[in-house]
Nanobody, 122 residues
Framework: QVQLVESGGGLVQAGGSLRLSCAAS????????MGWFRQAPGKEREFAAA????????YYADSVKGRFTISRDNAKNTVYLQMNSLKPEDTAVYYC???????????????WGQGTQVTVSS
C-alpha cells in the first residue's frame, strides 16, 4: 500500500511561483513512476507531469511545459513540482499519484493523494 501526502499549495499572484511536495509512505519509493495531476472547478482531472523511477525521464502536458518542473528525491521518498510563471488558469487542486507500471505517461496510476489547493490570482 502507498500513501501519498501533498503539501505546498496556497495563494499566489499571477507570474509567481510555488513548489509542491508529495511525501510517500512506501517501502521502495524508487519502484514507482510518479505523476502530478490537477483538477480545476467544474473540469475533469488532467495530467500535468510525470517522472521515471530514476528521475532521468520526465514528461509534461503541453499546458505546463517550460513553466513546471517535476523532480524527485528517492532518499526522502518525495516528489516535487516546481511551478513558475503561474497563470490564473493554473488554479486547481493538485494531486500526486504513483504507479508500478514503468511507463512515464499520463495513464494507469494506482495510488493517489488527497490533493492540495493552488489558487493563482490575476
Amino acid at each position: 500500500q502507498v500513501q501519498l501526502v501533498e503539501s505546498g499549495g496556497g495563494l499566489v499572484q499571477a507570474g509567481g511561483s510555488l513548489r509542491l511536495s508529495c511525501a510517500a509512505s512506501v517501502r521502495t519509493f524508487s519502484n514507482y513512476v510518479m505523476g502530478w495531476f490537477r483538477q480545476a472547478p467544474g473540469k475533469e482531472r488532467e495530467f500535468a507531469a510525470a517522472i521515471s523511477w530514476s528521475g532521468i525521464t520526465t514528461y509534461y502536458a503541453d499546458s505546463v511545459k517550460g513553466r513546471f518542473t517535476i523532480s524527485r528525491d528517492n532518499a526522502k521518498n518525495t516528489v516535487y513540482l516546481q511551478m513558475n510563471s503561474l497563470k490564473p488558469e493554473d488554479t486547481a487542486v493538485y494531486y500526486c499519484a504513483a504507479k508500478t507500471s514503468p511507463y512515464v505517461d499520463r495513464i494507469d496510476y494506482d495510488y493517489w493523494g488527497q490533493g492540495t489547493q493552488v489558487t493563482v490570482s490575476s
